[in-house]
């Protein structure tokens, strides 16, 4: 007996009890649901009734052949290739900003970070309403500075929804990355810059050379975190556009919602889910190797 | 007290805390209630706006009327068409925890719920309350799957109404009567925007208001076209009727103000009503807006049946039904008796602006656009059920039909493509066309 005790002291006990529910909850939760959902996708499931028959690949198949979810697809790719780049060099061009000992930088920070606190479903209607061709704001505002030729049809125009789509998205996320670069930039010794300074080193240089290099790790975070919202935005999509006009704003998680709750097609909407873990995965993957390296 | 032992007592204190709130809350949710013993009858719907939430509320009161001593526990949920309360139900349904009915559009919408036997039949009632005898053809087959009754309907909305501003439209010398197709109805809008530059002659709003109006193209195309259409049968990608129906459509577009894709339903009704145009074509919800506005029909505003269909009524139905295994099954069977039944329609209908499904309903208690309406209603040859609401065709096919109209009234995808999207679509969900509908 006394061994054991020695071995499981009190400490750990109480350790165990206090991380069993949270572990339990996260299990059911997260990770059966996972399995659960690949399960469907390869089960026969279609309509309401539960059914869970092996079917095979057979909806993975179905995906690749089909439009829209290529189109999806594609426009999930496009979503990424402006809005994670967008918000990173915004992030960052905020955070030098603010670096510059600007007085009331908390008043400056709270300005920039208040879009990140709002609900999704919030801006979405407030952009949706911004962008409206008729009475919305942007183009009200144009006119009434004599900019009227600036006006626009913003989110209807097919060609630059989804860049409109991206300018929100980088408005909301880029006071989030700020703070995630202001507190690199705080992070680097003060002797370093105060040697480049004394070096001659101008401020464009102090920044290129000095500076951005050893952001590596908060730019690969940022990167990270970004780079996986856009694969599951959703709410914000659903709400300013809907997917439209016609499929130029869809992205997977729509596709996924319209199969799975308007056609109650369950195994081909778990089949996309699937497809975008796999692609979340490929991601993250990568990003918790390399934490967990540099952690050893 | 040992430190040890103190964190050990916090911790089970935590563990045991968590279980009570986590298990109360489970108890709370999952509890069968204490309602299916009393008399109660639980109904879903989404008429939650003025005009809505009074009708429904009237239907209510017929009910409590006839059987006071039952409780009525009316569970609303705004979001139009039933986006929000849809996917609560489906929940509910599921988990056997179905109310006693709930509001869906008849026809396909309901199919899901019948292929997964979470429904039971309803023959009795119809048969006891004589309802085939009231209740046209069409309609009927709208409340039916493989040939027995699983709803009641509570409405009638028609789809294919012109709506125009009288004013604007004698102002430039246009007998509304004469616009009975095509040509004549694009010959008016050009004589309109011809007189006021600036303007544009037709309203229209945002992507399903776009799909709600090639249907009623397609059906001035010929009820057999539509009729094809709605079984799954139009597969060709370069079909001829779907050509020419998209051709009207472009039409239509070069006459309609430009921001149309940021305004909804009724914020294009209400270009028309503000005399910045002259058409808009809307189901006859839209006489709400006119009555708002306090604009007076014949004298304002009036109403044509969309251009080639003339002896046609669009009908956008809702519904009750009887759900399996519900609490208060005796009461549910009560409803939609009281739904269906004369007094229930016409308590219900004038408030919301629709007509009753019964032949046999009151026209004197409506509105004057109803006399209209209510009059084709009893008159017309033939009646088509709406796939944008949700009836005609498979939820498989009408989820996606917005997008692809969109995209052709924004530009997006050309005539070809948009007719060979059409026609896939339905190939690619052939298997979903359970229903063969006779509209002539």
Redesign the interface.
Known sequence: MVSIKKII???K??TI??L??PIVLVIIFIYICIIWNVVVSLSDWD????SYDFKGFGQYQKLFTNE?FLTSLWNNIVLILIFVPGSLVMGLLLAILLDQKVRKENVFKLIYLLPFTLSFVVTGFLW?WM????V?VLNTLLESIGLGFFRN?W??N?DWAMFWVCVVLIWQYSGYMMLIFLAGIRSIPESQVMAAAVDGASGFQMYYRIIIPQLKAPIFTGFVLLLVFALKAFDLIFILT???????T?ILPLTMY?EV?????FSYGSAIATILFLLIMIVVIPYLYKTYRREK | MDPKKQSIIIGLIAVIATAGIVGGVMYAILAPSEEGEADVLEIYHWWTSGGEAAAIGALVDVFEGLYPDTTVKQRAISGGSGITMIPIITALVLAGEAPDAFQMHAGYEGIAYYEADLLEDINDIWTDNNLEAVIPDVVQSMCQFEGDFYMVPVNIHRSNVVWYNLKELEAVGVDPKTLTNWTAFFDACFEFEDANPGKDAIALGHAWTQAHLFEQILASQGIDVYENWINGLITNTTDADISAALDILATFMSYTNDDFDSLSWNEATDLLIQDNSVFNIMGDWANGEFLVANSVYDDDYGTIAVPGTGNMYGLVVDAFQHPAGVANPENSDRWLEVVASKEGQDAFNPLKGSISARTDSNLTLYEPYHDWTGADFASVTYMFPSVVHGSGAPQSFSAELNAIINAFCTGAANKADTAAAIANLAADNIADYTTTWALD
């Open positions: 002291t009190r400490d006990i109480s009890l206090f069993i529910i309509g309401l009734r539960p829209i949706r962008y409206n061709v008729r919305g049809d989110i209807q097919v809907g997917g439209g006009p016609g499929y130029t869809e319209k709750f308007r056609k109650k097609h």
